[in-house]
């Protein structure tokens, strides 16, 4: 897999296909397999901001609803804060892929001072999942909700730290561009949120699927390669919808520095990840591309003066093709 080899973040990498943050990166054995299984580095699953106040004893936001406190205590009791650096110490004896912890946060609160722990427990990076859901307050409340945990937690550690972002944003482009200005060492593009539906008969909110569709994959095209080719100075993971080889490969043309993979593993088991990185390897062969940059970025819209435009003449020639057939 020689000609796979990459950095991120200032990591080396083997494989720019890296296993996303979730169930599969919660014990260290486990992780072994994916990286013998082929997995470039990990995400580990992420650790609540909630569960850090809980242990601070600073959840005055949930007082108001004592079912989601107590849903909060019950996970965290299963999944406690001390078993999270634990996590990332046995993981680092056990492993050589690079660790990348994770935690899950809505806002910046004192919580902020536990990446330190995560630092001397050994990650070798953090990748904050930043989950806002703007439900009232203005875009550039969001943008500056963002902006004040990356700095926060930036202060705190010297580790390389990654914001991975959902896609639910006024102006993505100027969000990240203000991220990596203060500090984020590279974006993952996107996380899939809880997918809320609706049950009719018991007139009831339920939720959706967990795992994303190959379907899901084009709006991360749409953005890695957008945001690539706006901002070719920060580092993108791709993630949501990549369930093949294809997939990956089209990541890293519209620019992504990494791949990151989840549902496909889920639903297919470890061994799609090294289909994935020979066939990649195969592909490249074909093409005569001795290494990722041969081909990296290759359909970013970095050519085009105005990524908006194209997408509506884009728009255009995708309906007429079908309104006039
Ligand atoms: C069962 C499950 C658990 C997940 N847990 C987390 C998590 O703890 N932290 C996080 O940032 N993302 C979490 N995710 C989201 C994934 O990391 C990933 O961003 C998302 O599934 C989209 O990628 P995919 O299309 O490859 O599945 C989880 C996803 C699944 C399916």
């Not at 609803?65 to 299963?78: G, N, Q």
């Not at 990650?123 to 926060?152: M, Q, Y």
């Not at 984020?184 to 939720?207: C, E, G, H, M, W």
């Not at 990494?258 to 799609?272: F, K, L, M, N, R």
């Amino acid at each position: 897999m020689n000609k796979l080899k990459t950095t991120f973040a200032g990591l080396k990498l083997k494989s720019p296909i890296i296993v996303s943050s979730s169930g599969l990166t919660n014990n260290p054995q486990r992780i072994l397999n994916l990286e013998k299984a082929g997995a470039g580095a990990v995400v580990l699953k992420s650790l609540f901001e909630e569960q850090i106040s809980l242990l601070m004893n600073q959840y005055s936001q949930y007082n108001e609803y004592p079912e989601a406190l107590d849903y909060i205590r019950s996970y965290s009791e299963t999944w406690t804060v001390n078993e999270y650096t634990k996590l990332i110490k046995e993981t680092k004896e056990l492993c050589t892929i690079p660790v990348i912890a994770s935690i899950h946060c809505i806002s910046n609160g004192s919580w902020t001072s536990y990446a330190q722990q995560i630092e001397q427990a050994g990650a070798d990076a953090l990748e904050l999942n930043i989950s806002i859901l703007n439900t009232s307050r203005d875009a550039v409340d969001v943008e500056k909700a963002h902006i004040e945990i990356v700095r926060s937690v930036k202060s705190q550690v010297s580790i390389p730290v990654i914001v991975k972002i959902g896609t639910n944003h006024a102006n993505l482009v100027s969000l990240v561009d203000k991220l990596a200005g203060c500090g984020a060492d590279a974006v993952t593009l996107f996380n899939r949120f809880y997918q809320p539906d609706i049950n009719i008969q018991k007139l009831s909110f339920t939720a959706g699927n967990v795992f994303s569709k190959p379907e899901d994959l084009s709006n991360t095209i749409r953005w890695t390669a957008i945001v690539s080719g706006v901002l070719p100075q920060v580092e993108i993971s791709a993630s949501t919808g990549v369930h093949d080889w294809e997939a990956a490969v089209k990541m890293l043309l519209a620019g992504a520095q990494t791949v990151q993979i989840c549902s496909a593993i889920y639903e297919q088991g470890d061994g799609i990840l090294y289909e994935i990185e020979t066939c990649i390897e195969e592909w490249m062969n074909q093409h005569s591309f001795h290494n990722l940059e041969d081909f990296r970025g290759r359909l970013n819209y970095k050519n085009i003066a105005n990524p908006a435009m194209f997408e509506r003449t884009q728009f255009m020639k995708y309906f007429a093709s079908r309104e006039n057939a």
